[in-house]
């Protein structure tokens, strides 16, 4: 087969193949995810601050001014990636999560840095800095 007719073919074969995968939920077929979405949860400058008022062993603070935003809500396979855009590290810890999800920790972040994480169980994940635990999100996880 010469190079033309061969590259021809395989032009065809791959149109072919991404029809069949966006087509196959339509066709009964199980639902194929071919990648989720990417959502970024920021530390804000100055957010290792704590509230006025705020005292250790109160309850986490969940407010965009520490995690922003501090209440999100993706799908099953979306990535949160968390940035460090403070002058200072801190964490992105689980402290309750979905029963069979793994509780995650990112260690120290710090500024400038980030965390990936893909979310593959659904549900309710709470999370805070270990070293600033006035600082306290949420992300609803939806199948």
């Known amino acids: 087969m010469k ?5 021809a073919v395989m032009v ?3 149109v072919a193949a ?7 939920p339509l066709m009964g077929g199980a639902a194929v ?3 989720g979405q990417v959502y970024t949860i920021s530390s804000m400058k100055y957010s290792y601050l704590p509230p006025e008022g705020w ?3 109160d309850p986490p603070v969940i407010d965009d001014r520490y995690f922003k935003p501090a209440r999100l809500s993706i799908r ?8 460090n855009e403070d002058e200072v590290p801190h964490t992105f810890t689980a402290s309750d999560v979905p029963m069979g999800a793994s509780k995650f920790d990112s260690g120290p972040v710090n500024p400038g840095g980030s965390f990936r ?3 593959r169980v659904p549900g309710t994940y709470r999370y ?8 306290a999100g949420i992300i609803e996880v939806s199948p």
Not at 3 to 7: C, L, R, W
Not at 18 to 24: D, E, F
Not at 128 to 133: G, I, N, R, T
Request: some cysteine.
């Open 33 to 35: 995810q071919v990648s």
């Open 128 to 135: 805070f800095c270990m070293l600033h635990p006035h600082k």
């Open 76 to 83: 099953v396979g979306d990535t949160v990636v968390y940035v």
């Open 55 to 57: 005292r250790m062993g």
């Open 117 to 119: 994480l893909v979310f």
């Open 18 to 24: 991404v029809a069949l995968l966006l087509l196959w």
């Open 12 to 14: 065809v074969a791959a």
């Open 3 to 7: 190079p033309a007719a061969m590259a």
